[in-house]
């Protein structure tokens, strides 16, 4: 009988089967759990991971708005720069893309080479390498064409007239943010509103950006100061600096109808557009940071009080004949030895000992109150976050002592920016302004002006007028004489005040001021000059040291303005006769007009004008108006000319001009002498 065949393969297979179907699913189970596991689990994870390494948004920043001179001319803006930046996770090689980029940048040194190298080597979504590059640094680093590195615009603040009105300006950061200044302290308004940029990796593993949203540009600003008038006081601050070897200075100019800030210049001063290599010293605003003692300028409110209480008039006599005062211990001398004096005289040759004695008769109540009235001891304008309140003593903590320091400017901290806005008030007849620099915010196409602000009344107008003759005689016969201008009359107080050193008061160190405005009567002008520590030829005095300038800010000012002669009115400046042919020409509104005489006869013009103070720009305005050409030599303003003032004018002839950067001793005793009657 035939053997069966033995099947024993097949349990055999079907056992391998099993055994395969078994190892299949579990396989198949830990992959569909491993799918679950970072589909479900691990999403959220493993998304966020893909998007920061695929996509970045990034945060641009909006173009500032534009910061405007009062004539809307421009003293800041934005331009458009590039910035570099590296995707770490498609650098291949840091080190060898970090030396490359190196060498296509100016200044990197090995330092900053590594820097670079270990930011990109981090593997972050996105770095900067460096942040609005020239476009030569652009040029080059694109023509490197690595992978992982792309450009972004941002916008870069820049300052055209550089170091002009810097303080009053600030500066803005790298990341668009305003530091110092109006930009900061406008910041939110003139910033904008930041856009945003998605940057991709495509396929390639090359990044891309696109525009999400674009930024939105900030609001411009346009300032009350007139960048003709700043240029001067500055230029003129720093002669005066350099002059009498002295720390520094501070000139402040304002409308005393309006408070608005015409120039604010400190010395020294520093470049917005390198704000980080400038000492921190230059960067201080003095005009409004730096508190000193007034010394006598400061009787301009031991006056005010004096008249509006009726403690005193005018022509009072006050006996200052022993030329001293004691406190216990403490003694208060005058100068020189007077005898008795009006009070009149009291301010105009600024006796201490006088203004002590009126001072006491006030009481400390009432001289405090009028303080407090001028706007001493409080911020005074909303412009200047920094600006420093001052410092004011408690009117019930004053002694004897400490009254009779304060009736003559000392134990009293003001800034020059209050100094400014209190002889404004006198000047206006008794109004107190609120100092301003912004004059107009402009938005999307809309002027949203900022209104005058009047914050209080100090003095009657009587009071006002009082003082204000008095202050004339001060320029006239008194401490300020230095501060005439030839053809108007000036109102002015100087102030010499020992500063405080190591808790004493110094016997070398000094603040030499001068307060005042111009014309006297219908005022254009209020000027406060502020000299810190000066050791020069003309020693420490207010008089000496800070009054000539102020005569030379406000001569500039005045003929920029056009403003007429106070004293000694001219006729029209200019007669010419009328040339059909002529066509006008443009000019500034600060150049005198021409009168011209009907007929066209032939003939000469009657009159050459004064062009003395006159930039080169300008003087050839006035003399292409005539009709005539002109040689110059040297540079600066005009310190001489032929023809001279009053001459015949010829068309077609030519006028020589010398200009220099200063004007002389005997430039300005020359020019004193023309307007002599």
């Known amino acids: 009988m035939a053997e069966k065949p033995s099947f024993a393969w097949r349990i055999t297979l079907k056992r391998r089967l099993v055994v395969a179907v078994i190892v299949l699913v579990a396989w198949l189970a830990a992959i569909e759990a491993r799918l679950v596991y970072l589909q479900v689990g691990r999403y959220a994870d493993l998304t966020a991971r893909a998007e920061r390494q695929q996509l970045r948004t990034v945060e641009t920043t909006a173009k500032r708005g534009d910061i405007l001179d009062r004539d809307g001319r421009v003293l800041a803006y934005s331009v458009e720069a590039d910035s570099i930046y590296a995707v770490p996770t498609d650098v291949a090689d840091p080190a060898a893309a970090a030396a490359a980029l190196c060498g296509a940048l100016d200044d990197c040194g090995a330092a900053e080479r590594q820097v670079l190298a270990d930011r990109i080597r981090r593997g972050r979504a996105f770095v900067y390498v460096r942040r609005q590059v020239s476009p030569d640094e652009a040029r080059r680093v694109a023509a490197l064409e690595l992978e ?18 810097a303080h009053v300006l600030g500066y803005v950061g790298i990341d668009n943010t305003g530091l110092n200044g109006l930009e900061s302290a406008y910041d939110t308004l003139i910033k904008g509103r930041p856009g945003t940029v998605l940057i991709q990796t495509d396929a390639r593993r090359r990044a891309f950006s696109r525009i999400e949203r674009p930024p939105t540009t900030g609001a411009t600003l346009e300032l009350t100061i007139d960048r003709y008038l700043q240029h001067v006081a500055e230029r003129e601050l720093r002669a005066g600096v350099e002059e009498n070897r002295a720390a520094g200075g501070t000139a402040v100019v ?80 005058d100068d020189h030895r007077y005898g008795v004096l009006s009070f009149t005289d009291v301010i105009v040759k600024s006796s201490n000992v006088g203004a002590v004695k009126v001072g006491l008769r006030l009481g400390p109540e009432r001289l405090g109150l009028y303080m407090k009235r001028f706007g001493f001891g409080r911020r005074s304008s909303p412009d200047f976050p920094g600006e420093s309140a001052g410092i004011v003593w408690d009117p019930a903590k004053l002694t004897d002592s400490a009254l009779a320091s304060i009736s003559m400017g000392y134990q009293v901290g003001v800034t020059p920016l209050q100094m400014a806005a209190a002889v404004s008030s006198i000047a206006n007849g008794g109004d107190l302004f609120e100092p301003r620099i912004v004059r107009t915010a402009i938005a999307d196409g809309k002027r949203t002006p900022v209104p005058h602000k009047v914050v209080r009344r100090t003095v009657s107008a009587g009071t006002a007028a009082l003082l204000t003759e008095i202050m004339e005689q001060v320029v006239e016969r008194g401490t300020g004489t230095h501060a005439k201008v030839p053809g108007f009359t000036a109102a002015g107080k100087t102030g010499t005040a020992q500063k405080v050193v190591n808790g004493r008061y110094s016997t070398s160190e000094y603040n030499a001021s001068f307060v005042g405005f111009i014309p006297s009567r219908e005022p254009a002008f209020a000027i406060v000059v502020v000299i810190d520590s000066p050791h020069g030829q003309n020693l420490y005095y207010g008089g000496s040291v800070a009054a000539p300038i102020f005569r030379r800010i406000a001569d500039a000012a005045l003929r920029h303005d056009g403003v007429p002669p106070s004293i000694n009115a001219a006729p029209p400046v200019l007669v010419a006769r009328e040339d059909p042919r002529a066509r006008p020409t443009s000019g500034p509104a600060e150049l005198p007009a021409i009168v011209t005489l009907a007929g066209g006869t032939t003939g000469s013009a009657a009159v050459f004008p004064d062009l003395r103070g006159l930039g080169a720009r300008d003087a050839l305005r006035m003399l292409a108006r005539l009709g005539m050409t002109a040689r110059l030599r040297g540079a600066g303003i005009v310190v001489e000319q032929d023809p001279a003032v009053g001459g015949p004018v010829e068309r077609g002839a030519v006028a020589t001009l010398r200009l220099d950067r200063y004007v002389s001793a005997d430039a300005a005793a020359i020019s004193e002498a023309d307007a002599a009657p």
């Open 148 to 165: 992982g590195i792309g450009f972004m615009k941002e916008n870069r603040r820049f300052y055209p007239n550089k170091d002009l009105a």
């Open 254 to 333: 304002m409308d005393p109808r309006t408070g608005e800030i015409l120039a604010l210049a400190n010395w020294p001063t520093f470049n917005p557009n390198a704000y980080r290599e400038a000492r921190r010293e230059a960067q201080r605003n003095r005009a409004i940071q730096d508190l000193y003692e007034p010394g006598s300028t400061f009787k301009i409110v031991t006056a005010s009080a004096a008249f509006e209480e009726h403690v005193v008039e005018p022509d009072d006599p006050i006996d200052v004949s022993a030329g001293h005062i004691r406190f216990g211990a403490r003694v208060i001398d």
